[in-house]
């Protein structure tokens, strides 16, 4: 007659323990809850900072400065400026005015005109407010209030040598705004 076969015990009574010190150790201690804590925010920040060929920033793709080169692209710019009109109309019938600001980016505003300067020579573009002009082009031609915020904010930066994007921990001069 075959008999199973035999596992080793002590393996089940290491996972058991292992399991248990685990959950104990998170329950009781504050230092292990900073190395878990720790050890997942550094994953999503690498899986973050995991940034396309086409991009320069997370979650901003570098073709958004240049004319749509492919059907993806006409078709976001098509999407965008119908959602802005649709918005626009509707703001409108409920005796509303809409008003568009366009924002910025992080190389838009880079403090260092040597920096901007390579970034469009990299992406063979002669600006970087591609975006921010047709977005400002569509308002005007559907007479929509409308604001740029690049130029105050690099003017700024260039002033004060002093990014307008990211954090000491982040990408310089990348990402988010600062104070």
């Known amino acids: 007659m075959l008999e199973p076969p035999r596992s080793n015990p002590t393996s089940g009574v290491r996972q058991l323990l292992g399991v248990t010190l685990h959950d104990f150790l998170l329950d009781h201690s504050r230092i292990f809850q900073l190395v878990i804590h720790y050890r997942a925010i550094s994953q999503e920040a690498a899986q973050f900072k995991r940034i396309s060929p086409d991009s320069i920033e997370a979650g901003l793709d570098n073709q958004v400065y240049r004319e749509p080169q ?91 040598a002093t990014c307008v994007h990211g954090f000491q921990n982040a990408t310089p001069c990348g990402g988010h705004w600062n104070q």
């Open 70 to 160: 492919d059907e993806n692209w006409r078709s976001a710019w098509e999407i965008t400026e119908a959602i802005i009109r649709a918005m626009n109309r509707e703001v409108r019938a409920r005796g509303k005015v809409l008003f568009v600001a366009t924002l910025s980016s992080g190389m838009q505003v880079h403090p260092d005109r040597s920096e901007r300067s390579v970034f469009t020579k990299r992406l063979e573009v002669t600006d970087l407010l591609y975006p921010d002009r047709r977005i400002i082009d569509l308002a005007r031609t559907e007479r929509i209030p409308s604001g740029m915020l690049v130029p105050e904010l690099l003017d700024w930066a260039e002033r004060n």
